[in-house]
């Protein structure tokens, strides 16, 4: 068997179950890979690990990650998108009286500057308002500044924050206000590989995305196991957050393409929006080349019965 | 000149007064066991206010020992007590009234001769600018003039010693404990030395306890000369000096004093010998 | 008995015993909002829910700690006797140390694993990074402040550099050397826990990052406990060995 | 001849040669092994890079170098004061020290979650968590060099009346001074590395922020030159510290 | 006894062969400008082997730096030349070929009395269980019995010095340098170490140099008595002694003694009183 190893950008999480349960349910053995899941962390640089061939896949942040990786000279190919929606929103406290962007003029808002703020960005500009109109400020990892109300406004996961947020009794108090709402749609969770591989390897590549996307969809029919599985890889993980965690990135998985065309379906119209926005916030120095940045060709190759529910 | 067996009362005032000063069998026993070493064993003493006292002995006797322990710095076995003016004494309660000058020198490094000379007037609370005015006008009476800022390694051995001896002499306590003040120094500035410490004593009726080796030293300066034994040491003898004051430095030559040193001389040296003779084992 | 009463009053376990009670007292009393501060009961429960993990990775980190450690101060030491001896070398050196000691570690989490790979010599080597700086300057202060005078009393003996290295700088310096070791054995737990989000699966740093990235608090908590006791342990172990090896009086 | 020994006894060539080694091991590496700039970008690149950048790394600068010297000043203080009401009360030393170094264990960055909640994401956090990762440093050095006093000269004060405060003044102080500044040696890199991790962790401005954002957005540049700044300005720091030192110990 | 002009040639076999030790025009300034001292200024020395000459002078005046030099421990400054054998000594090239005692005891605080006592055999390369046993001999001489496992701390200052006596002689050289090596002893124990000295000096036929404060002990040990001026220090003059050897104690009491003794002592008295009149500045 081939010896590979996937690169995760967070810890064992709900999050990543598929590639847990592909792993335990033996899909990759099966496809002759001899996988390794290693976990990730904060700083740990996902890009730079696969592209230097540390680690053979990745799985990494969102559209604006890989396209400026690819500008930064990155070798870096995705191959799969695995959340459909934008996987964060922002959200207020009911009694701010906030309900939606426009309503941003004057306040704290506070969001990820990990490529995040462009969405903000992006929203503000569909709904007419200034940045310079309101108060941005860069946000933590911890929830706990917005619980202080320390922000009018924060960004949170649907599958993390969110559901810390309900956790702690807040969930009626909250008002979500959703980028996907504005136009806006940022795809997030991107598979990667490096192009050396991919053009040395490539049926190390497609056994590896046929295997993932089964076990993808082995873990959203089978939830229950797939927490065990998750579980095991890391058992101080609270049970109900993972739990809640997995019903949440269901809906993102499953969301746009992910039922139409099926799981980890790559959507280049939506990347392409992205990009025009990116390079418009001169994030981007200039649109890039996107048939070199995705190659939805394993994709497309994954039997649909595999990829479909 | 008398010599009087152990116990006898000083002369003049002592028998009126309480004493300045009174010890009354003092012990101090260091380590456990086997490594216990007695170094003072059940010391009597009375010293009147205004007596110059000399203590000699063989090395490692317990001097020093007893000093620490009248400086206040060391607490005696529970033996025994301590008495000034008649009051019993506990732990510390001397500290900050004798002034104490202690073998070593124990000049700071990060201080100059100025400012260590003024260490005990610092402490007292006394403005600097003062304190160094004061010390500085002492200087060329102690033979450092022209050294006020030097750093105490730039000094001789000998000038280590008189800065520390004008660091005492500046802190102006009735009660003065010197140990060997004047070990290192040659025979003028020794002299120079005695000098100005008997008008100190003469002039401000001060009481002065002093450790020397110099026999010579002990019986020109003292109104008695105390006798320590060898380890564990106490008090063996005392001698009333009654040579008459001012002494003159060629009174050395007197038989009347070399009567006295020749004795003195013999009880040390029989002490002295008991330290060599102990073998094996540290009393 | 009475005398073991005597010791146990005035040991500080009693304070902390005290200190605890205090806390779950206050929080009872006072009912802070667990964010704040959680009740010890809660954190004793947690921490209960949880204690195989807890123990694998309190034994994981102690580990990398100890190695870590290990390697750090024999490189300090080592660095800081070259330093005493030549000035050209501390010179042109001793800035580079500084320099790497202001790189943040995190900062390069993909670095360290291309070049240590996703092993425990990744965690050792964080540990080390953060040891040997402390134990370097502070076997260096401890080596150079040897009495110039000894130092000519072993000379007029015609000590060698070795010689005099032996007899009379190491001992010189052992005091000073001890403390730097004490305040690098808490670093070096800092480095391998920090070394531990570099993609590992066991250990103290492991749960803290699952611990924060959920919110859990007390489970943050908990894990604080943990290094902070491993740490204490450590410490203990190396005052220790200090007294051992350190029984003089000073004398300056 | 006597340019060359001139040259090399002057403080600065050592140091300018420890650079240029660096610098060469560097470019070196990358020539021969071919690393990638992802990888390792070449230094010409990173200060390149750092000079079409210069207003958004001065304020980060500005922003981390601030708290780092806040929290220094803080921390060394209080070590300071810690370490002298410890000497004074030693009852108070047997609880407190175990506690110190408990709390010490703790990475920062566990501390940062919850100093974020109690301080808030500005200044004042990270503040904090320097000023406890060098106050512990300096409290064990000081406690160490306060203890350094020859017990016959603090006989020698006590005889002249002086109580335990003015033997701290002016005879402790003073011999603790050389174990004092190797703490604040020591504490020079790690006031801005725990500044810069703090920030990491949550800040609105600062070295730590620009790393941790340029990371998540894979611009290695910018973290490597942040880095680069950070480590100059600890070395500036550090250099002066050192020139601080040499007046202060002035009686050897 | 012979007073000689200074310059002129020490007795016996130093017409033939060159001098154990020679010193030409010897200097040691400390300090720049305002704040130098010129401790040593243009000393020319002859020391024959198997000579013992004691060195005596002011406080202060610079006896110290001299041994110092002659040890190899700090060097000349460049005017002049120090010979060994007739050959002239680059920086610390004494180093190891003379045993030195210096006037501060420098007892390590963490070894023993005994191992202190064998720091120079060890560094020497003897083995330690070889050495102890040599000094653990050696200890009831030194009245030390009982006490090899003691630390430095633990001993008084007499102790002290005599462990650093014995550290001394152990370190067996044939040129000694001693300075001030009995200053802290009674005087039966003084006395014994004297023996002990020209015991080892007479058998070893080993060349010592000697400074001390004592004249009497200056003129009882020392084939010649050089005197130190006051500062800048150069050698004022030389005293050959040529009482008969073994001298008996008592010897102090003949007048010929006693003529040496009042016109050495004249002589420092004028050098110390240079000392205090120095004012303002160090010379
Ligand atoms: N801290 C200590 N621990 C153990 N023994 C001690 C301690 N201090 C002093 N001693 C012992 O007590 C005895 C007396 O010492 P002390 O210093 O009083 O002698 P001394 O009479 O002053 O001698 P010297 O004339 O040599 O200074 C010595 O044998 C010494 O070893
Ligand atoms: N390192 C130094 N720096 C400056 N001056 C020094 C230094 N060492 C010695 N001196 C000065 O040199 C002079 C001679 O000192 P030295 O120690 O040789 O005197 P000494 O004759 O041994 O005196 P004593 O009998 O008091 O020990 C003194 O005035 C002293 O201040
Ligand atoms: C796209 C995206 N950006 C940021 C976060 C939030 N977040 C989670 S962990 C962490 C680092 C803390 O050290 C941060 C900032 C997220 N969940 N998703
Ligand atoms: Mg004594
Ligand atoms: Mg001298």
Redesign the pocket.
Known sequence: AEKVSLRLKWLAQAQFAGFYVAKAKGFYDQAGLDLTINPGGPNLNVETLVASGNDTFGLAGGTETVLLAREKGLPLVCIGVTVQNTPFTYVTYKDSGITKVKDFAGKKVATWFTGTQYTLYSMLASAGVKQSDLTIVPQSGSMAPFVEKQFDVAAATYYNELNTLKEQGLGDKLTLIKPDDYGVVVQQDTVLVSEKYRNEKPQQVQAFLTATIKGWKYALQNKKEAIDIVMAAAPSLNRAHQEAMLDEFEKLVKAGKGTTDGILAIDLPTVEKMQAQLVGYKALKAPADLSKAYDPSFWTQVPAADKKF | MKFMPHEVMPPAASDTAPPMLELVNVWKRFGEAQARTVAVSGVNLRIAKGEFVTLVGPSGCGKSTLFNMIAGLLPPDDDGSLLFGGVPQRDGQLLGKVSFMPQRDLLFPWRTVLDNAILALEVEGLPRKEARERARAMLPEFGLAG?AN?YP?????????RVALMRTFLFERDLMLLDEPFG???ALTRSRMQHWLLDIWARHWRTVLFITHDIDEAIVLGDRVLVMSARPGTVKSETVIDLPRPRDPSVVLTPEFIRIKQRLLAEIEEESRKTFAQEGTAS | MNDFLQRAVRSPALAFVGLALVWEVCVHAFAPSPRYLPALSAIAQDAWSVWPQLARGFGRTLLETVLGFAMGALFGCACGTVFTYSRWMERSVFPLFVVSQTVPVVAFGALIVIWFGNSLLAKVMTAFFLTFFPVTVNTLRGLKSCDPQRIALMKSFGANRLVMFFKLAVPSALPQVMVGLRVAIGLSLIGSVVGEWFGETVGLGVMLMEAMNADLVVRLWVVMFACGLMGALLYGLLAFVERRLVWWRSES | MVAQRKLMASPVAPVVLGIAVLLAVWEGAIWLFGIPPFVLPSLGTIVQHAFTDTGRLAGALLATLGEALGGYALGGLLGLLLAVVLLLVPPLERIVMPLAVAVNAVPTVAYAPLFLIWFGLGAASKIALVALAVGFTMLVNALHGLKQADLAAVNLMRSFGAGPLKIVWRLRLPVAMPSVVTALRIGVPRSMIVAIVGEMLGAYAGLGRMIYESTQQVDLLSVWSAVLVASLASMVFYGLLVWIDQKLVWWR
């Open positions: 050294f030097h390694h730039q000094l001789s051995g000998g000038m280590r010693q290192a120094l040659d």
